[in-house]
């Protein structure tokens, strides 16, 4: 029997495929909604679809997902378990950053994606993802460290799997985030129920 959940979660997907709320719909090759399950409680938010994400459908398949792979296997997570998804669900042109009005444009389905799933914590992975939570903000200041928003939310920023391939200082950093997180999941019991917040209440940046 299919969980409500999973129900829930390919209907956004849907919405998602057939959105044309920014112009990033025109260039990709098609949307990538997301991947995994609600049964950990954990939501990872990266930045953007890359090459492989856009021909496949599905994120974190590319280089930096093999990486991904690799941390979640080496702290005992299994990928099917966990959420994944991206700030923008259209990969931007020749894998440049998303506009903020891109990212605004797609806000709408990240708040989405937290009324279906109600994660536990929220691992943001590079800085375009953590500024969604934390604007101004310097992942090189405070990733690694659980924090909360003013609305409750858990937030546990790392860097992005991608940044530390073209940057080898940073895969010792990554895998030490990566650590902290299975330290911080082990030593921090889930809530018995997650509170029922009304999307329109999460407010978040856009």
């Avoid at 399950?37 to 930096?64: R, T």
């Avoid at 941390?71 to 923008?88: C, M, P, Q, S």
């Avoid at 440049?96 to 990240?110: T, V, Y």
């Avoid at 109600?118 to 604007?135: N, S």
Wanted: with cysteine.
């Amino acid at each position: 029997m299919q969980d409500a959940h999973d129900i829930d979660l390919r209907l956004v997907a849907d919405e998602i495929r057939a959105c044309t709320a920014c112009p990033l719909h025109r260039s990709a090759r098609q949307a990538v909604p997301g991947d995994g399950s609600a049964d950990s409680g954990i939501f990872f938010l990266g930045e953007a679809p890359g090459y492989h994400e856009d021909l496949q459908g599905k994120p974190f398949v590319g280089a930096a997902g093999q990486f991904l792979d690799e941390l979640l296997a080496g702290i005992g997570l299994d990928r099917r378990k966990v959420f994944i998804t991206n700030v923008v669900r259209h990969r931007p042109p020749e894998n440049r950053d998303p506009l903020p009005e891109e990212i605004s444009a797609c806000h709408m389905w990240l708040l989405r994606h937290l009324e279906v799933l109600q994660p536990r914590v929220i691992v943001t992975l590079g800085r375009h993802a953590m500024g969604k939570f934390f604007p101004g903000e310097s992942i090189s200041r405070i990733h690694g460290k659980p924090r909360k928003t003013a609305d409750g939310l858990l937030i546990f920023p790392v860097y992005h799997p991608a940044a530390a391939l073209h940057q080898p200082a940073l895969r010792d950093a990554l895998h030490a985030d990566f650590a902290a997180l299975a330290l911080f999941l082990a030593t921090t019991p889930p809530t018995k129920e997650p509170e029922e917040k009304p999307v329109e209440q999460i407010t978040l940046f856009g």
